[in-house]
């Protein structure tokens, strides 16, 4: 029902910016929650960023400051990167999460991922 499909990672050097997509189709809810995880090489998935109902974010001690969430619109959702570090060398994947979607995946959705490189 929902397809997330994330977009703008690549290699940066360290002190550089990205700027990831994540597109939604399918079915959105006006309430939900759309976040921004990475996964590095032999670590767990964290979690980055997160955007509630549209407006309420939330950062990750590691990127507060340096990243900023944000929505283009319903559909499209953003991670902005800034003053990136070799440790925020991950893939990055998109979620939303339906709050009141009954049947819907308990972790909610995910797209397929994005790589992100910093070097030093």
């Known amino acids: 029902q929902v397809q997330l499909v994330e977009s703008g990672g690549g290699l940066v050097q360290a002190g550089g910016s990205l700027r990831l997509s994540c597109a939604a189709s399918?079915?959105?809810?006006?309430?939900?929650?759309m976040g921004w995880y990475r996964q590095a090489p032999g670590k767990q998935r964290e979690l980055v960023a997160t955007?509630?109902?549209?407006?309420?974010t939330s950062y990750a001690d590691s990127v507060k400051g340096r990243f900023t969430i944000s929505r283009d619109n319903a559909r499209t959702l953003i991670l902005q990167m800034n003053s990136l570090k070799p440790e925020d060398t991950a893939v990055y994947y998109c979620?939303?999460?339906?709050?009141?979607?009954?049947?819907?995946?308990?972790?909610?959705?995910w797209g397929q991922g994005t790589q992100v490189t910093v070097s030093s």
């Open positions: 399918g079915t959105i809810f006006s309430i939900n929650v």
């Open positions: 955007i509630r109902d549209g407006w309420s």
């Open positions: 979620n939303l999460k339906n709050t009141y979607e009954t049947g819907a995946p308990p972790s909610g959705y």
